[in-house]
T-cell receptor
């Protein structure tokens, strides 16, 4: 079974803090994704990565950056957290062999509150 | 542009009722893939089904069934004899393989005993 873990289930930070959200997978998947989930909006893609040290912007990259130094780990960084970044953040992985149409596998999510 | 619409924001049923979750999509591509995911209260999205645009056969898996109709651009999901454990948010999603996965807004299903 694919296992995708996220560093925290719940996180509370203050406006202006630098926030790191970590995602680790154990299935050797090449593709990794960060989404945020907000009521009524579904999931929106923030950033994705097809390989180590490679990243591409999704729909809503503003205010975020990412880092992928190792294949199994994909980090989402909020350089200066703001209240409008309060949300549920979901990490996903996908095997490259299946192409971009293959199933994505999700972690449990991190519910971030920015005060 | 691609778009997925799940018009039902919330549905509430009593256990053992059948319930259908609607999904309508928009795409200009002839090749595309549709997905359904379940998000239980624990938060993790669980994959339910993946269907490509060339396969219009309906699928049944236990109490779950999916009705794919290209003529109406719909990929509806039916739960037969619903159970409390079916309570979750359900997402429909679409990709053409070249672009990102597009999710609908989700339908929250509450099954009451």
């Amino acid at each position: 079974d694919v296992k995708v873990t996220q560093s925290s289930r719940y996180l509370v930070k203050r406006t202006g803090e630098k926030v790191f959200l970590e995602c680790v997978q154990d299935m050797d998947h090449e593709n990794m994704f960060w989404y945020r989930q907000d009521p009524g909006l579904g999931l929106r893609l923030i950033y994705f990565s097809y390989d180590v040290k490679m990243k591409e912007k999704g729909d809503i990259p503003e205010g975020y950056s990412v880092s992928r130094e190792k294949k199994e780990r994909f980090s989402l960084i909020l350089e200066s957290a703001s209240t409008n970044q309060t949300s549920m953040y979901l990490c996903a992985t996908q095997p490259l062999a299946g192409g971009t149409t293959d199933t994505q596998y999700f972690g449990p999510g991190t519910r971030l509150t920015v005060l | 542009a691609q778009k997925v619409t799940q018009a039902q924001t919330e549905i509430s049923v009593v256990e053992k009722e059948d319930v259908t979750l609607d999904c309508v999509y928009e795409t200009r591509d002839t090749t595309y893939y549709l997905f359904w995911y379940k998000q239980p209260p624990s938060g993790e999205l669980v994959f339910l089904i993946r269907r490509n645009s060339f396969d219009e056969q309906n699928e049944i898996s236990g109490r779950y069934s999916w009705n794919f109709q290209k003529s109406t651009s719909s990929f509806n999901f039916t739960i037969t004899a619903s159970q409390v454990v079916d309570s979750a948010v359900y997402f429909c999603a679409l990709t053409n393989g070249y672009n990102k996965l597009i999710f609908g807004a989700g339908t929250r299903l509450a099954v009451h005993p």
